[in-house]
């Protein structure tokens, strides 16, 4: 244990987790005057992350107020009921996790921490939230599923910057319409599992929501205000009371899973059938026929109909490979239909993307079959997003160069071959670039130091691409990385230094073995390692339980761990890797 503080002392950083711990030592809470006479105590930092996750801490003393400097708190998985009020006091703090606890109340003192941009109370046996978190105006991420909470204070209206809410698993009756319309800048809104009746109408102030989950409710209608959530991708509204949907539904052009499943619908609207859909769950509802035009969804990957009293279609088109279904549906069209289902004129796509990127700053030119992107496109230089994807375009325009603002560059399926460094360079603000299913020759070896600031990276199906497996560490802020179908013999060993990193996909691949370092990538919530040689995993990965949420580990000849536990999911195989780690 001195061995440890020590260390925490000049780093600023100590992890005490999955240490059986039943106290915190003292000399934790005594920060530097715990500095003995032979510790060069000008050497010292201030602690600023105290990591206690996994432990048996019954009690979190007052004396927390000592740990001034602190940034990030994780007592996580503990046996605490209750915070100490002094929690308050820690003004730097940012990060505070709570989860998987017995606590029954948050102290009102916590308003006094203005600087928390992430809570997390999940898993607790909290009533209600304090009022007081309406104060911390940085908050960008609230989680407190999974406990008993009523009713939310009307309080948090005030913070307008909440980008993900994650209310699961509570027994709420309502939300509050001022506070949708508040968090504008929301992404993520998960309300599951409780006792809700309605979706407020200002749920169509949440234009950037990519992910609405109101599953297991007791929801008798979709509002048609939903039109305005413009960027929503994903929408569950499982085991809820729907007998309808409304027309607007089909506005929601970036949709991709709409999950209904369990409901009372009684039919599916004709607009809806303009929606681009990978996956449709109708199953359990009161359908008694389809409209042909679902026939012309040809982007359904899945669709699930089983447990409706469906008339009009033979069980075994119902239960048989969805394009087959699309097929015979699609025939049930009249030739007009059929007519007026067949797409623009190339010409007239390009012109009118071209005068949407003009309002929405987002230029889309995806499947349109071109091998150079006509210079007419580049109308403004305030773009965005560049969506380039499924074309035949073997270099990038020069007029690129000059959209210095672009955030996201999408060149998937392409004929790309040389590394578009030159490009690349200039554009500053770029965060997420896809170059997957493109010939991509090997990237140079400084080829990345261009785009240092990037946060997303797709160079899946580019076989030859990474020539050092190193070349990736320059990439310091990168949060997702995708290598699927990589010829990858061996992990790379750069993505040890990505810090940052949230999705691992090295699905496809030929790695035989995961080092025990990969327990260093503590923010990582999704990791694939689907279809490799994988024959065992190191018990160090075990110690990402707290944030790894999804591991994909099917197509490995995994012989250290029995099927039994595999088949149980994530959290069973990460439990059973940590069980294995040696007691320290």
Known sequence: MDRVLKSARSSGSLNLSNRSLRELPNEVYQNLDGVGEDGKWWEAVELQKLILAHNNLKVLKEDIRNLSMLIVLNVSHNKLSCLPSAIGELALLKSLDVSFNSITSIPEEIGAATSLVKLDCSKNLLKELPCSLGKCLNLSELKASNNCITKLPDELVSCTKLIKFDVEGNKLTMLSE?????????????????????????????????????????????????????????????????????????????????????????????????????????SNNSLSGLPPEIGTMTTLRKLLLTGNPLRSLRSSLVSGPTPALLKYLRSRLSSNEEEYTTTPTKDDEIAMATRLSLSSKELNLNGLGLTCVPPAVWETDEVVKVDLSRNSIEELPNELSTCTSIQVLVLSRNKIKEWPGVVLSSLPNLSCLKLDNNPLAPIPSTGLEAIAKLEILDLSCNTSSLPEPSILSSLSQLQELYLRRMQLGQFPSGLLCLRQLRILNLSQNSIVSIPQEIKELTYLTELDLSDNNITALPPQLGLLEPSLQVLKLDGNPLRSIRRTILDRGTKAILKYLKDKLPNQ
């Open 178 to 282: 001022n506070m949708l319309m508040s968090w504008t800048v929301l992404t993520e809104l998960n309300a599951a599992r409780n006792l809700l009746t309605s979706i407020p109408d200002s749920i169509g102030a949440l234009s950037q929501l990519i992910r609405l989950d109101f599953h297991q409710n007791k929801i008798s209608s979709i509002p048609p205000s939903i039109m305005g959530c413009s960027s929503l991708a994903e929408f569950y509204m499982g085991n809820n009371l729907l007998s309808s949907l409304p027309a607007e539904i089909g506005s929601l052009s970036r949709l991709g899973t709409l999950d209904l499943h369990s409901n009372q619908l009684k039919e599916y609207p004709v607009e809806a059938c303009k929606l681009q859909l990978s996956v449709l769950d109708l």
